[in-house]
């Protein structure tokens, strides 16, 4: 029966649980949900994350939360968990246009990560449309508000083989 949900990933010889995902949001991500809801909407960072654990569960995934306002925490925070990890979400908030730290942590991890942004920043002012991340990561999830996660992790068993997905 887990065999059937969790496919080639179980089958390789995992637990369910064993596919390890980092959800990281960076700055003002925390203010989701009262920060321009007519923007990022009004769901908090707090209902989002519970969204993607319960999803999480039925694909047989584990999820490690983190989110700061700092480019060198976020930096430090792959540097330290990117080994026990097999794909990363990421929200990089303003930093997607300007974080080339980040970029390079990220890079360094060398695992599968998608960017999710809630608004589509490609319709917005024209400092948002560019993201100096995208060129390292495996993809890109944008104005699909807080859905955005949610597909971002099912591209990741995708990736990881996890079947159905
Ligand atoms: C954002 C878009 C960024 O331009 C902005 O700085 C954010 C949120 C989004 O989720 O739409 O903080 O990443």
């Known amino acids: 029966m887990v065999i059937i949900l969790a496919g080639r990933w179980l089958a390789a010889g995992r637990r369910p649980g064993d596919l ?23 769901l908090t960072l707090e ?11 039925t694909l047989g995934m584990r999820l ?8 060198g ?32 942590a990220l890079q360094d991890a060398g695992l599968p990560a998608i960017e999710v942004h809630l608004s589509n920043i490609h319709a917005r002012e024209e400092f948002r449309r560019h993201s100096v991340l995208a060129p390292v990561l495996t993809g890109q999830v944008a104005g699909l508000g807080s859905q955005g996660y949610l597909l971002a992790l099912r591209a990741l068993a995708h990736i990881a083989g996890v079947a159905g997905c």
């Open 20 to 42: 390890h995902v980092l959800v990281i949001n960076g700055p003002n991500l925390n203010r989701t949900g009262y920060r321009q809801p007519e923007v990022y909407g009004s």
């Open 73 to 104: 925490e976020l930096v430090d925070f792959l540097q330290g968990s990117a080994a026990g990890a097999q794909g990363i979400i990421i929200n990089p908030g303003a930093l997607t246009h300007y974080g080339y730290s980040l970029r390079d």
């Open 64 to 71: 490690t939360f983190f989110q700061s306002n700092h480019e």
């Open 47 to 57: 209902d989002i994350n519970g969204q993607l654990n319960r999803l999480a569960l």
